[in-house]
């Protein structure tokens, strides 16, 4: 599985470059605009083709996944914490609505003590990291950990096999895709070496 999640800043012709990146076969995207307003997000979203509106977590202003029938919600860390005893109640809340709800984490042993029932969960910085200088990889091992994890963090082509070797079932790209000359070709670079991996995997 291969997640990209959007810049946090604005990006010229971003729509279309999504748009693009869902032609070439994205499964997931993650929209995380932490300056946008909720207008903001629409006057994206907008933009993005609705026919994969079904594609798209959303991680601010939840009420926009009735508005555009998005994929689901994605909850930060902080966001989980600050929900305490709610958590289970929300996810439950979402899910019979037919949403998915997934969560961001950085430690092995805060999923591995969760025990929310997220579809996925993203777990960060596996690898030093493309989009955000100075923050170093952790090099997780979770062949340990029931939770279907998603590698974040200094995700390309080359860390790819080494991302599955720890145990992950899938990567989320950020830097790997737009902190690059083209995001199109370096998703296709990625998603030509993700099939490798998991050919010679299986």
Request: hydrophobic share 40%; with cysteine.
């Amino acid at each position: 599985m291969i997640i990209v999640l959007t810049s946090e800043k604005a990006i010229e012709n971003e729509a279309r470059q999504i748009n693009d990146l869902f032609d070439a076969g994205l499964e997931i995207l993650h929209l995380r605009k932490p300056t946008f307003t909720i207008d903001g997000y629409r006057a994206l979203l907008n933009q993005i083709y609705s026919k994969y509106h079904n594609r798209i977590m959303i991680h601010q202003f939840p009420e926009l996944t009735m508005e555009y029938k998005l994929r689901g919600i994605h909850l930060q860390e902080q966001a989980r914490l600050d929900l305490e005893d709610a958590l289970d109640v929300t996810i439950q809340i979402y899910k019979n609505k037919g949403f998915s709800v997934t969560s961001s984490f950085h430690s092995k042993e805060d999923i591995a003590s969760c025990s929310a029932d997220f579809e996925y969960v993203l777990l960060s910085p596996v690898f030093g990291s493309i989009s955000k200088a100075g923050y170093q990889g952790k090099g997780f091992d979770v062949t340990d950990l029931n939770a279907v994890v998603i590698g974040m963090g200094g995700i390309n082509e080359n860390t790819l096999q080494a991302t599955y070797d720890l145990g992950f079932k899938g990567v989320g790209v950020l830097g790997g895709v737009w902190n690059t000359t083209s995001s199109l070709e370096s998703f296709l670079n990625i998603k030509n070496a993700n099939n490798k991996v998991i050919k010679n995997e299986n």
